[in-house]
């Protein structure tokens, strides 16, 4: 087999070995991938890492090998990139070590199936020359990080375009083609570099300048697009005062704590002095018709008698036995509700055939009922505000609902289950990539991190420090008009990605499998 093509193949390269050349590789260029994102930032090396992966697949003709080593690639980026969900089950949900780290591996696992999904089908399917085959690289990738973020009510944290935040040239794609195409656009890219002829440069001279001057011209169209305002900024400055609580996810919970939590909230609330105060995610850590009689009115008293209004985190009841992640407004003008209505599974909610899981952990508070669809934007201080809740902000495709009656977004986060790692620098940068897309500014409330207000060209105005208790006192206007992702959403790219799959792939013989 090895003879037949010229020498391309090596049994270490053949093999599933996990000790075989390329599958360290790719095991490795996975793993660096994750220094592109936040908060270490090198979005060229997303590039780097996508190259070594069809550089190792290039070198192969088994769609089965395809598939082993796009399995490491995915479990190298997995595997450093969200290890953090351990601390989690660990440390809050009392699991123990073993179980914790089995489970762990085996959700690294599963979301490594998507990238040896593209592994296998890019060798299974790839003909042509350069062009075709980069095309297909590209569309497979695109296609795959779009089915991780819906398949299971999805989990798309790391998808490749979240590295390509400002100041990548390439952040101007996200207002047009959102996360999936950007991804798209990074594996196209890559494909490229890998596949065109460089080493024959002096008789391959035109492919080579083709591809040099296509990969130029993406980056500068990209730089283009970001100067393009998709929206504009309407009506007064608004005063908000972002609240970070830091409350210990370890005591936040226990019966002796309660009261001194209650008394913290209102504290924070009493010593800010903006327009519009919010509280972070379930920053109350009880039902709302639990909480003392006369609590919630004194904390809207203390902004109503300046005209203004709280937006705070609280469990509350929906129909009976259902119990709803939600936000609710006090203070001037009639109460407002949201009830998060993509909830985490085994967090918030066990997923069917899933019971079991709950006898190994204890998490408070998760036996939970999504909101209903349809929910709108809460009215306040003349603002439209579309909340959305912890890792709601993942899905952008959702949050387009509340556009273009929204002219603020507002995400209300407890990331204190997973420590001091880095789930909190990576969320900001999710949250960025949703200012982009949606052409709105994103008010973050959090518990330990990261407070923010995020402009919709993707800046981060002003931060809070993680893990420090404060109050991030920013001013803020509302954005109207509509971005080409908030008018059509994934569609676009999706339909494209499909179109060149069937266009550029050509399904080989199975004779080397």
Known sequence: MAARFGGLLSPALLSPSFLSPAFIAALGAGAISVLAFAPFGLFPLLVLSLAVLVRVLER???ARTGFILGLAWGLGAFLAGVSWLYVALNRYGGMPMPLAALAILLVCLYLALYPA???ALYVRLRSGGTASRALL????WLLSEWLRGVVFTGFPWLASGYSQTPPSPLAGYLPVIGVYGLGGVLAFISALLVLAPWPQWRTAMKPVALVAGLVAGLLVLGAGLGRVAWTEAEGDAL???LIQTNFEQGLKWREDQFVGVLQANLRLVRESRADLVVLPETTLPALVDRLPAGYLDLLGDMV?????ALVLGVFTRGQPGQIHNAA???GNGPQQHYAKQ????FGEYSPPLFGWFYRVADIPMSDQTGGGPGQRPMALLGQRIAVNICYEDLFGAELLASLPEATLMLNLSNLAWYGDSLAQPQHLQIARVRALETGRPMLRSTNTGMTALIQPDGS???VLPAFEQGVLEVEVRGYGGMTPYARWGNWPALALAVGLVFLVARPRRRECQ
């Open 328 to 330: 609710i407004s006090v």
């Open 342 to 345: 993509h909830l985490v599974p």
């Open 60 to 62: 192969t003709e088994s």
């Open 239 to 241: 005063s908000v005062a």
């Open 137 to 140: 690289f590209a569309a497979l």
């Open 460 to 462: 981060v105005e002003a």
């Open 117 to 119: 999904l593209v592994g």
């Open 304 to 308: 109503r008698e300046r005209g203004g």
